[in-house]
């Protein structure tokens, strides 16, 4: 079935949905992204990405091209126009296209590109992984030191997939300085007893939406959290792993470099907050 894609103020087959090879998204990566959830036909933690979409936007000097209500009625729309019943909402917005190759930002004539298209994923939230948890390697992070801005730089995340797939686990967990950054395109975390430790904040990492939500939930529900780095070999040995992002939601992750963590399977606190974490989602979506 062919979609229907929002490029620059409209609705257009797929097919049409094109954009020039001047573009400073394509010839310098030049871009920021989110991807949104969608359950039910309904738009998950909406506002979080809105704000990750202007912070990235604001770091890189880019103006942002909607106000968060008229963001809010493109993403409907394009659920609407394409029967998205669970599945994502990509959204890209481009430095645009200044008409040639130039390392320097063109002036504020040029506008940005914006483009959004929609990822079916039937029962998205039931995915069978959730049920065994993923199996990750561990990879030396040789990222850009602005982690924290949702670019399109999305190459040597897509090597750590590669490597995972390679080595016939699901993902890849980043490492820099002996301790674990995050996922390829996640959140990592590891529990021991009842206490959640993740990475604080800082440029080495994305600021998770489904991070924030999920360390509120779990403070909400009187859990330990502390926000510290930790190693792989700290978390072969943790009771529990998991990782967080905004379309895996909250994932077990069951063996690191493979060592089995905890018993082997997914712990009961990741199932507790996967838990939480969708009932509430699906009760707050717009
Ligand atoms: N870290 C990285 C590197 C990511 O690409 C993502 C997913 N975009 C995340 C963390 C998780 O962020 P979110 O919960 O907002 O999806």
């Not at 126009?81 to 994502?88: I, R, S, T």
């Not at 481009?94 to 930002?105: A, I, K, M, S, W």
């Not at 990822?119 to 959730?130: E, I, M, R, V």
Request: charged fraction near 25%; include cysteine.
């Amino acid at each position: 079935m062919s979609r229907i894609v929002y490029v620059n103020g409209s609705f257009v087959p797929e097919a049409e949905a094109v954009v020039s090879v001047f573009d400073r998204g394509f010839l310098m990566a030049d871009a920021v992204y989110e991807v949104t959830s969608v359950l039910d036909g309904k738009l998950i933690d909406f506002a979080g990405h809105c704000v990750r979409l202007a912070r990235s936007l604001g770091e890189l000097e880019m103006k942002n091209p909607h106000s968060e209500a008229e963001w809010l009625q493109i993403h409907r729309d394009l659920v609407d126009q394409n029967g998205l019943v669970d599945g994502m909402i990509y959204l890209q917005v481009t430095r645009g296209n200044p008409g040639d190759r130039d390392f320097v930002y063109p002036g504020p004539e040029v506008m940005p590109t914006v483009v959004l298209f929609t990822q079916s994923k039937p029962g998205l939230a039931d995915n069978p992984a959730a049920k065994v948890g993923w199996k990750v390697i561990s990879i030396p992070d040789l990222r850009w030191d602005r982690r924290d801005i949702k670019t399109v730089q999305l190459l040597y995340p897509s090597m750590g997939k590669m490597a995972a797939k390679k080595a016939g686990v699901d993902d890849s967990w980043f490492v820099q300085d002996g301790v674990v950054t995050e996922g390829t395109s996640n959140n990592a975390y590891i529990v021991k007893g009842s206490k959640i430790i993740t990475r604080p904040l800082s440029n080495d990492i994305l600021h998770g939406i489904t991070r924030v939500a999920v360390l509120r939930l779990a403070a909400e529900a009187q859990m330990e959290i502390e926000e510290r780095a930790f190693s792989v070999d700290e978390a072969q040995r943790a009771d529990e792993a998991f990782i967080t992002s905004a379309s895996a939601f909250v994932m077990p992750v069951v063996e690191i470099d493979g060592t089995a963590v905890g018993t082997g399977k997914p712990g009961q606190v990741v199932a507790r907050l996967r838990e939480i974490y969708l009932d509430e989602m699906r009760r707050a979506a717009v």
